[in-house]
């Protein structure tokens, strides 16, 4: 049974950093993709950042240059390094595995990790 595990939220100042892992279990082959997504309380979820089995990535417009995604593939382990954070970012913060098939599409989710950016 495949568990998604997110850690490494919180609440920080406006400009402070965190790092959140994502640790994936119950994989025999690992996933093709694994992303970020995030949701503010009263609106929609919104994907920030995208790795594929290749190490590409992509990322938001609103995180780009901020924002890192990465990956421990040994560990089964995904990352997301968040710099200069803004009270926008403030919201649940969700990893999510998948199948590439053209697009990653994903079929396992975490529980999330709230973070929450004070001005």
């Known amino acids: 049974q495949v568990q998604l595990v997110e850690s490494g939220g919180g609440s920080v100042q406006t400009g402070g950093s965190l790092r959140l892992s994502c640790a994936a279990s119950?994989?025999?082959?690992?996933?093709?993709?694994m992303a970020w997504f995030r949701q503010a309380p009263g609106k929609e979820r919104e994907g920030v950042a995208i790795i594929d089995s290749d190490g590409d990535t992509n990322y938001a417009d609103s995180v780009k240059g901020r924002f890192t995604i990465s990956q421990d593939k040994a560990k089964n382990t995904l990352f997301l390094q968040m710099n200069s954070l803004k009270p926008e970012d403030t919201a649940m913060y969700y990893c999510a595995a998948g199948i590439w098939a053209g697009y990653c599409a994903y079929n396992y989710w975490g529980q999330g990790t709230q973070v929450t950016v004070s001005s």
């Open positions: 119950g994989y025999t082959y690992g996933p093709n993709c």
